[in-house]
């Protein structure tokens, strides 16, 4: 069974595929904080922090239930994250930053946390999610340009890695105008705002 026939295949489908052996995702602790950042170093380099997407996270905790870790034993191998945004008025999840340590690349891992991470985001009831990629891996998931096309994110980027995924069909559909954050303030943040 293909990627993209799985994703438009039932639930369970999805479920069985990012159960497969190897490392597991859990739901990310503080605990992982420290492990997380040195693998998004690692895979992106300090210029991950100018690009367009951290504007809509920085400061703002991650969607609930929807900040995963993979993890080999005690060792995280793996990260991706969903933030809340609105797409032009519509409520959507934004996905990234998605990393897989350089030791356990190629090997499907990418693919499992992000079958894990869109099975999630659709149990918990959110109807699309749009992200900052590159379209041939986001592509069998379901992702395309199309779903995005009368979206503008606050800054620049290549308007061809810009994708979207109705998680429910026609949530985007009247989405037009700027992707904002919407998602709740990380405890620093708050404290900062209220002072």
Request: overall charge negative; some cysteine.
């Amino acid at each position: 069974m293909t990627l993209v026939s799985m994703f438009h295949a039932p639930a369970s489908a999805l479920s069985a595929f990012a159960a497969q052996s190897g490392p597991a995702v859990f739901e990310e602790t503080l605990a992982d904080e420290d492990a997380r950042e040195a693998l998004l170093d690692a895979a992106f380099g300090p210029a991950r922090f100018l690009k367009t997407c951290e504007r809509l996270r920085e400061g703002r905790l991650p969607a609930d239930g929807l900040a995963l870790a993979m993890k080999d034993g005690g060792r995280l191998v793996g990260t991706v994250r969903l933030w809340h945004v609105e797409a032009g008025g519509v409520p959507a999840l934004m996905l990234g930053p998605l990393a897989v340590d350089r030791a356990w690349r190629s090997q499907g891992l990418g693919a499992r946390l992000m079958a894990e991470a869109l099975e999630r985001a659709r149990e918990l009831g959110h109807g699309a999610v749009i992200l900052v990629g590159d379209a041939p891996f986001y592509a069998p998931f379901g992702f395309s340009r199309r779903a995005t096309l009368g979206l503008q994110m606050p800054g620049p980027v290549e308007d061809e890695r810009f994708l979207g995924l109705e998680l429910v069909g026609g949530a985007l559909a009247g989405a037009r105008g700027l992707v904002r954050p919407t998602g709740a303030f990380a405890p620093v943040e708050a404290a900062l705002l209220a002072a």
